[in-house]
């Protein structure tokens, strides 16, 4: 379960990198970017999948209370994602307020993790 639990990890910080390195790529004319979209949907799919894994476990007192809260943040991303990705194919150029918001939601969630 360790390896899973490793492998999973890693593909969450791949995901984090996609949201954060997108917007960080298009910094001086942000929009969301098939980075932030595929970063964000890997980051909810596998924090998922880690905490349903570490339940199993049962070595480790999960706050769930983080948990919940960073998982809203992630879906909220998700969802910036999916509305700037449409917004963009229609108006190129249009969806820079959601990018600069993904950005910004990511580096919270980050902090939260850390932090909390």
């Given at each position: 379960?360790?390896?899973a639990?490793?492998?999973?990890?890693?593909?969450?910080?791949?995901?984090?990198?996609?949201?954060?390195?997108?917007?960080?790529?298009?910094?001086?004319?942000?929009?969301?970017?098939?980075?932030?979209?595929?970063?964000?949907?890997?980051?909810?799919?596998?924090?998922?999948?880690?905490v349903?894994?570490?339940?199993?476990?049962?070595?480790?007192?999960?706050?769930?209370?983080?948990?919940?809260?960073?998982?809203?943040?992630?879906?909220v991303?998700?969802?910036?994602?999916?509305?700037?990705?449409?917004?963009?194919?229609?108006?190129?150029?249009?969806?820079?307020?959601?990018?600069?918001?993904?950005?910004?939601?990511?580096?919270?969630?980050?902090?939260?993790?850390?932090?909390?």
């Open positions: 379960m360790g390896i639990i490793s492998i999973l990890l890693i593909l969450h910080f791949i995901g984090l990198a996609g949201i954060i390195g997108g917007w960080i790529a298009t910094v001086k004319a942000p929009v969301v970017n098939k980075a932030i979209l595929h970063g964000s949907i890997l980051q909810v799919v596998t924090g998922i999948l880690l349903g894994l570490r339940e199993m476990e049962g070595e480790v007192e999960m706050n769930h209370m983080k948990i919940g809260i960073k998982l809203v943040i992630a879906l991303i998700l969802v910036l994602a999916v509305v700037g990705t449409r917004k963009e194919a229609k108006v190129p150029g249009s969806s820079g307020t959601l990018a600069v918001a993904a950005g910004v939601l990511a580096i919270v969630n980050v902090a939260i993790a850390v932090l909390v």
